[in-house]
Every structure is written in structure tokens, then in C-alpha cells.
């Protein structure tokens, strides 16, 4: 089942129940698929690939506003925030440990011959095409720093 059949089907049961966050983290990535399909070239289809893409990137831009909120002691669109980013996660990959992330870009590290902090370049773009929707950017580049510099 596509991602967006699925929203579909889940956006009515919240319809019907009255779940209020379920529907806006549903509307949410409803808007985005629409958006995605409209762009040029996309001849109306997405692919998982593109669709995992936008999923990240809805539940980044929350993490961002929910950091935000709580910075300005603003705990009702903190919950709001959370709560979305929770239902985005649902239809995302389960996430890798920091251990499992280490021990990948150990790996790669090895597998790439990088030697020193010069290297970053190289490490990053094969991890982030490897650990792609598993892991998220920011702990794959500071683990990476830290194993080069190390």
C-alpha cells in the first residue's frame, strides 16, 4: 500500500474517531504528497524514496518549531509539535542506536579509506546514501568527526 492510501484510509478512521493531533499529522504529510506530485517532472508519481524524503523533512521542521516553542516557554504548541512529530514517526523506518551508527560508519571509514578529519567529504556521502531514513544527519556527521579527528 502506498504511503498515500495509507494516510487516506488512517485520515478518515481519525475523522471518525475525532483524533484531532492523528489528523493534523495526517494532513500534514497528505499536504506534502500533494506538493511533492505537483512539482515538475514528477508526472504525478512519487517514489518510496521521495516519499521517506518528505517524511524527515516534515519531522525535522517540527523538531526545529518544537525547540523553538520551548524556548519561549510556549508548552501548548510544544504538545501540538510533539504530538505531530510522533505520528510523522510512525511512518518512518525505526531509527538506528547511536552504537549501531558508530559501528556503520566505522565501516564505511574502513571501506573508504579515510585517514583524517579531510576525508569528512567522503565518509558523509556514502553514509548518508547507506543510513538514509535510518539515522539522522546531524549524529551521522558528529560521529564522523569524531572517529576522523580521533
Given amino acids: 500500500m502506498s504511503l498515500e492510501t495509507e494516510v487516506m484510509s488512517l485520515m478518515k478512521d481519525a475523522m471518525k474517531n475525532k483524533d484531532e493531533a492523528m489528523l493534523r499529522g495526517l494532513r500534514a504529510i497528505k499536504a506534502e504528497i500533494i506538493k511533492a506530485k505537483t512539482d515538475p517532472g514528477a508526472n504525478g508519481e512519487i517514489s518510496a524514496d521521495t516519499e521517506l524524503k518528505l517524511l524527515q523533512k516534515l519531522v525535522k ?18 504538545v501540538k509539535e510533539s504530538e505531530e512529530i510522533a505520528i510523522i514517526e510512525k511512518f518512518l523506518p525505526a531509527q538506528m542506536s547511536e552504537e549501531a551508527v558508530k559501528a556503520a ?5 574502513s571501506e573508504v579509506g579515510a585517514t583524517g578529519p579531510q576525508d569528512l567529504g567522503k565518509v558523509m556521502g556514502v553514509a548518508t546514501k547507506q543510513l538514509a531514513g535510518q539515522a539522522d544527519g546531524k549524529i551521522i556527521s558528529a560521529i564522523a568527526k569524531s572517529l576522523l579527528t580521533a
Fill in 105 to 109: 560508519v566505522q565501516a564505511i571509514i
Fill in 61 to 78: 521542521q517540527r523538531k526545529d518549531s518544537l525547540a523553538i516553542y520551548e524556548q519561549q516557554n510556549r508548552p501548548d504548541l510544544a
